[in-house]
Nanobody, 120 residues
């Protein structure tokens, strides 16, 4: 099982970015995005069921971020709009054993992480 992330980078406040996460060896699974800023605990960002029918967002990203997936491409996305400096973190995609979970403890496969840096 492998999760390969792409996207991320350095942008200015108000800009947009899209992260991608492609799975191999696992298909049609519940997935999510988490992030971790320096000196802080890992934070839930968003999750999506295997068929894309249900999504949940963390309070800090609601209305700005959108999670989606394309099962034909085995890829999940995180569209991030109106980015803020406080969104600066390493972003991780992950696969969950539990379809509706927002707890990192239930996510058992993780991507390598990708840095997102938002300047003021």
């Amino acid at each position: 099982v492998q999760l390969t992330q792409s996207g991320g980078g350095l942008v200015q406040a108000g800009d947009s970015l899209r992260l991608s996460c492609t799975t191999s060896g696992l298909y049609n699974v519940a997935m999510g995005w988490f992030r971790q800023a320096p000196g802080k605990e890992r934070e839930f960002v968003a999750r999506i069921t295997w068929n894309g029918a249900s999504m949940t967002y963390g309070d800090s990203v609601k209305g700005r971020f959108t999670i989606s997936r394309d099962n034909d491409k085995d890829t999940m996305y995180l569209q991030m709009n109106n980015l803020k400096p406080e969104d600066t973190a390493i972003y991780y995609c992950a696969v969950s054993r539990v379809p509706y979970s927002v707890s990192a403890d239930t996510y058992h496969y993780w991507g390598q992480g990708t840095q997102v840096t938002v300047s003021p």
